[in-house]
């Protein structure tokens, strides 16, 4: 149970992904294992680099005056713990501690994030280069094989991206989250930051059940996907002693 704890805490993300079958419901039901959760304890955070360290084992310059870096060491232990690939796990660690500072009533946590990027592309696969960018597509939105159809500039859409992200949510919601002055849906600092940003939207406080359901269902309108992030999520806070 207590591992269970961090789950609601961690890093969240993004609207209307479609990358799975849809499933539309005006009000998401909160799933029985998600709501006999007790999320007191689940707002967990990265640690913080230390500010002397050498920036260089860091990631790239900070988007806002606001963003901490998450420690090296940390990032290093916990990707070998969990399997989630360290430039990835940067990228959510980033976002998470970063949304401490900007939104804090959201109590966002990185295991959500992480949880959403296993189960959207792996977190980008064998495509995650060094410099966070992964280009992955998604599968035709075309209405055919469970998914919606969403078309744009008159052809059929794709999710893209280590977090896939239709281009409607992106050109709403993407946003630069390393610093470069570009706002790219294949890299994944820029992706996990939006993703953030959309999760906590509502207001919410992602430590309780109601508020994190509802803010991952709003990535994905399916409660199998809103599960499947959970699970995701619960399996790395169990891997790093949470």
């Keep these: 149970m207590t591992r269970l704890l961090s789950v609601l805490g961690v890093v969240a993300a993004v609207g209307a992904l479609v990358v799975t079958a849809v499933v539309a419901s005006a ?138 992200f239709i281009a409607s949510t992106w050109r709403q919601w993407g946003s630069d989250g390393d610093g470069d002055g570009v706002a790219d849906v294949d890299d994944v600092d820029d992706a996990a930051w939006t993703a953030a940003r959309y999760l906590c939207a509502s207001g919410a406080d992602l430590t309780t059940p109601t508020g994190w359901t509802a803010a991952v269902h709003s990535y994905n309108h399916s409660d199998v996907y809103v599960r499947s992030v959970l699970a995701a999520a619960d399996a790395y806070a169990s891997r790093t002693g949470g």
């Design 27 to 164: 009000v998401p039901s909160t799933p029985r294992d998600v709501r006999d959760l007790l999320p007191a304890a689940a707002s967990v955070q990265p640690p913080v680099a230390d500010p002397g360290a050498d920036p260089a084992s860091s990631s790239s310059t900070a988007a806002s005056t606001t963003s901490r870096e998450p420690d090296p060491a940390w990032v290093a232990s916990t990707a070998t713990a969990t399997g989630v690939p360290a430039r990835a796990l940067r990228a959510y660690a980033t976002a998470t501690l970063r949304a401490g500072t900007e939104m804090p009533g959201c109590r966002l946590g990185w295991t959500t994030l992480a949880g959403i990027g296993h189960v959207e592309s792996g977190h980008g696969g064998a495509d995650l280069a060094a410099d966070g960018r992964a280009s992955v597509d998604g599968p035709v939105l075309d209405g055919t094989s469970g998914y919606a159809a969403i078309s744009e500039a008159g052809t059929w859409d794709r999710a893209r991206g280590p977090l896939q």
